[in-house]
């Protein structure tokens, strides 16, 4: 950047096809980002500085890449790299959905993969997913899609950028759920709440939920449960700590038990409130609540 720029904020999205980042820059630009769709990588510096000029500056930038891009990996390292370079931290948000939700998703709209060819839809999905691995495992935020309509999606962008300031500040999710039914593929750190007696088994707080006041101060109650919360929560500020001088913007902690229903709620509800009470912003959700 030259001195007669200003640095803009920049967003690359990227991710699997079908997994929603037409609608997740639709509602960046409602968001009055400035929105570029399919732009090569290697042109990410030119925009950028394109959109630092002080007279029109364009202060929020999104940028949607995907695999249509030739050497796709490579120009977007290369392309980071460069910014980097120049002042320019970008942020990548990484979406991706499970192999059903995008046969079905492509089906539906009668489209064939960018990658299949003369194969099977499965197979493009395929050479997709590993083309794109080490992106992912390189992402700021990486948001899984299954299962979420339109309108979901949207609350999600919504809730990660609506207030966006371009401040560097860490934004957690806290996402209890149930081991039965998975992990949760966009978690960055798990941690298992099965070491605490199950309210599954005490009749009068099977029904209810660890939202109900009488799981919570049930599970809170048990042995070690607020031994683990303390010591969580210092191994917390210590990671959120290295994300900000890292320059993580977004991390996802999961809570897991044995169906998502008591102790991982409760838990997630309480770590949730110590983040915040650390000026963390958080959002908690509960995956599998209600799904019993």
Same mark, same amino acid.
């Given at each position: 950047?030259?001195?007669?720029?200003?640095?803009?904020?920049?967003?690359?999205?990227?991710?699997?096809?079908?997994?929603?980042?037409?609608?997740?820059?639709?509602?960046?630009?409602?968001?009055?980002?400035?929105?570029?769709?399919?732009?090569?990588?290697?042109?990410?510096?030119?925009?950028?500085?394109?959109?630092?000029?002080?007279?029109?500056?364009?202060?929020?930038?999104?940028?949607?890449?995907?695999?249509?891009?030739?050497?796709?990996?490579?120009?977007?390292?290369?392309?980071?790299?460069?910014?980097?370079?120049?002042?320019?931290?970008?942020?990548?948000?990484?979406?991706?959905?499970?192999?059903?939700?995008?046969?079905? *998703?492509?089906?539906?709209?009668?489209?064939?993969?960018?990658?299949?060819?003369?194969?099977? %839809?499965? +197979? /493009?999905?395929? $050479? !997709?997913?590993?083309?794109?691995?080490?992106?992912?495992?390189?992402?700021?935020?990486?948001?899984?899609?299954?299962?979420?309509?339109?309108?979901?999606?949207?609350?999600?962008?919504?809730?990660?950028?609506?207030?966006?300031?371009?401040?560097?500040?860490?934004?957690?999710?806290?996402?209890?759920?149930?081991?039965?039914?998975?992990?949760?593929?966009?978690?960055?750190?798990?941690?298992?709440?099965?070491?605490?007696?199950?309210?599954?088994?005490?009749?009068?707080?099977?029904?209810?939920?660890?939202?109900?006041?009488?799981?919570?101060?049930?599970?809170?109650?048990? *042995?070690?449960?607020?031994?683990?919360?303390?010591?969580?929560?210092?191994?917390?500020?210590? %990671?959120? +700590? /290295?994300?900000? $001088? !890292?320059?993580?913007?977004?991390?996802?902690?999961?809570?897991?038990?044995?169906?998502?229903?008591?102790?991982?709620?409760?838990?997630?509800?309480?770590?949730?409130?110590?983040?915040?009470?650390?000026?963390?912003?958080?959002?908690?959700?509960?995956?599998?609540?209600?799904?019993?």
């Amino acid at each position: 950047m030259t001195t007669d720029t200003q640095i803009p904020d920049i967003v690359i999205v990227t991710g699997m096809s079908g997994a929603g980042r037409s609608t997740a820059a639709k509602s960046l630009e409602d968001l009055d980002w400035f929105v570029v769709d399919n732009l090569p990588p290697g042109l990410l510096a030119t925009m950028a500085d394109l959109g630092g000029r002080v007279k029109d500056a364009v202060p929020r930038i999104a940028v949607v890449v995907d695999v249509r891009s030739r050497a796709f990996t490579a120009d977007l390292h290369s392309s980071i790299a460069e910014l980097e370079a120049r002042g320019v931290h970008p942020r990548v948000v990484f979406l991706e959905a499970g192999d059903a939700d995008l046969v079905r *998703r492509f089906e539906s709209v009668r489209r064939p993969h960018p990658l299949q060819g003369d194969g099977r %839809l499965v +197979d /493009g999905i395929a $050479r !997709e997913r590993e083309l794109v691995r080490e992106v992912r495992a390189e992402a700021d935020l990486v948001i899984d899609t299954s299962g979420l309509n339109v309108h979901e999606l949207r609350a999600k962008i919504v809730g990660f950028f609506g207030n966006d300031t371009g401040e560097s500040s860490l934004r957690a999710t806290v996402v209890s759920f149930g081991y039965k039914y998975g992990l949760p593929v966009d978690a960055d750190l798990v941690v298992d709440c099965r070491f605490l007696p199950n309210p599954h088994w005490v009749p009068e707080l099977r029904p209810k939920t660890g939202r109900d006041a009488a799981v919570r101060d049930y599970v809170l109650g048990q *042995r070690g449960a607020k031994e683990f919360l303390d010591a969580y929560t210092e191994v917390l500020r210590l %990671l959120a +700590d /290295g994300y900000e $001088r !890292e320059g993580k913007h977004y991390v996802t902690l999961a809570v897991g038990c044995t169906g998502g229903k008591h102790r991982s709620v409760a838990m997630a509800e309480q770590i949730a409130a110590r983040l915040r009470d650390e000026g963390i912003e958080v959002q908690a959700s509960h995956r599998d609540l209600g799904r019993e």
